[in-house]
């Protein structure tokens, strides 16, 4: 069995790669290092250490290398696949597009009928579909038709926390523990075969929201804020009892925001949440805030982590000061290494924050949480203003 995956970068290692590899497939990374391609093809195979306390290490076999600069053999890997999976981050999915597209033509020219799947694993709602789109812009129009009925895009949920990496070996990679890859079994094709240790459900927008509404929302929190105290690491933001509180108060905002809308159990989800704040906090693993921070134009786009929870609890009546106070400290995130982070604060100096929140975050003035995400940034703006 055959998997491409797109990404040989933290959690294309740490992650995905490890449990198809374990799977039995033979992983090839489409990937831009040249050193970790180099790597990759000499050694066919790395390193996945667990940060626990026996420092766990398993050998990641069956893995190759191809150069995302080699169309051609992209493309025949793309073609002969049984699975393509990405982590790529979801704004590069556009840039991936053409290759995959490239791959699939030449499969449907050619004589390979069998089902393919193509799975985005990225932080994203609904990541496949997006991809999806980006192909077939590229796809011939003649192939759309067949496509539709052999190549598949289900959406997914991915969850493991897995840092920058700081080894002399490029290749190894350090990863929390915990894991959880959640597959929609509803856009699956007939006779697929599941991979070990992953979980298939009907539904998945349930899932994929409970992950991005806690994990992701808490994560961005401590970051944003940590960020703003001056800390290094969301260990170290974790370990300040103001922005813990702050935490735990935007996850039981979000909480609410789930257990309203699913009907769930809460004392279920507190201890889901409990659990991914302990994850937050794990003292052999060292998270830069920077990397939890980054991209903060994407993760204040209407779909992502920030903004849609808040919509969602807008129109369920539900109060959500802290949430938006995630938000203020989003916008006033303005690490200079970050471009994403300097676009944001060149765009709320050349046209202001009121532009901002309606242009890029997608939300009116005629709203009324548009006037609370300004009074909000006004104050955290002020009080960080009056430290310095
Ligand atoms: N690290 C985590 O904890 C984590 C957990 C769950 C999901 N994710 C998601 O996984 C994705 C990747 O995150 P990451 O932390 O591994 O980032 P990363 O920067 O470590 O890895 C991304 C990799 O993609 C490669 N890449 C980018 N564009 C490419 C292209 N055109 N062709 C080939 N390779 C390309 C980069 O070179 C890099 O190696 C993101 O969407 C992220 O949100 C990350
Ligand atoms: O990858 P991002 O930039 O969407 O978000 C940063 C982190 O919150 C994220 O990578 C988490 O570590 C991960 O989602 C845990 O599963």
Redesign the pocket.
Known sequence: MKAVH???????R??IGLLLSRAGYEVTF????EK?IRLLQQQKQYSVMLANEERDTEIVNNVTAIS?KNKAEVASAVATADIVTT????T?LK??AESIAAGIALRLRGTNKKPLHIIA????IS?STLLKRRVYEHLPADLHQVADSCVAFPNTA???????QEHDDPLKVTVEPYFEWIVDRSAMMEGFQEIANVKYVDALEPYIERKLFTVNTGHCTAAYHGYLEGYETIQEAMADLRIRSELSLVLSETGSILTSKYHWDKKKHDRYVQKMMVRFTNPLLSDSVI?VGRSPMRKLSLNDRLVRPALQAHELGVSIPHLTSAIAAALLFDYEKDEEAVALQAAIASSGIHDVITSHMGIPQKHAFHQEIVDSYGTLKESYAAVK
């Open positions: 797109f990404g040989a970068g933290n959690i294309g740490g992650f489409i990937a831009r290092n970790k995302g982590a790529v981050g979801v590069a840039h991936i694993c990225e932080n994203a990541g991915v969850d493991r926390i897995v840092p920058v990397r």
